[in-house]
């Protein structure tokens, strides 16, 4: 009997999603939630991205590496990730996997993670604004 996908939630908030585990992801499951985040992004143009684990007990490198792979793509698309929630033993576990999660920020809970977005995404149009200036002053000096 092949194993159900699970489809994991995606809320917007804001400029966000949101996409809160609550199960462990089976590698099919976990691709589909992959899938389903990046068309979500593309479908509502959304700035930032936030991965909430508080409910994951345990990770292993494939999802690991899905939540890095995730972070990289979503970036190419224009929004920032952020990840929330993640307990002691995921940390730990992440380390000693040797998985650098380049691209990922961390926030303590969802909460924070939302503060950190807003952030991050002013920082981004203030720079995007900045560089909008520049050009124009180039371009009509």
Partial sequence: MASEIIRIPILQIEDF????????????????????LLQRIYETKAKGLI??????????????????DVAEM??????????????PAVAITLTELGLELSGVITALNLEKGIATLRR???????EEGTRDARRAHDLYP
């Avoid at 999603?17 to 389903?36: K, T």
């Avoid at 994951?56 to 494939?62: E, L, P």
């Fill in 74 to 87: 979503a970036a190419l698309m224009g929004a920032r990730v952020v990840v929330t929630g993640l307990q």
């Fill in 120 to 126: 991050l995404v002013r920082q981004d149009e203030e």
């Fill in 17 to 36: 999603l949101v996409a809160s585990i609550q199960v462990a992801l089976h590698d099919r499951s976990a691709v589909q939630f992959r899938d389903d």
């Fill in 51 to 68: 991965i909430d684990l508080t409910a994951v007990d345990i990770v292993d490198s494939f999802i690991g590496r899905l939540i890095g």
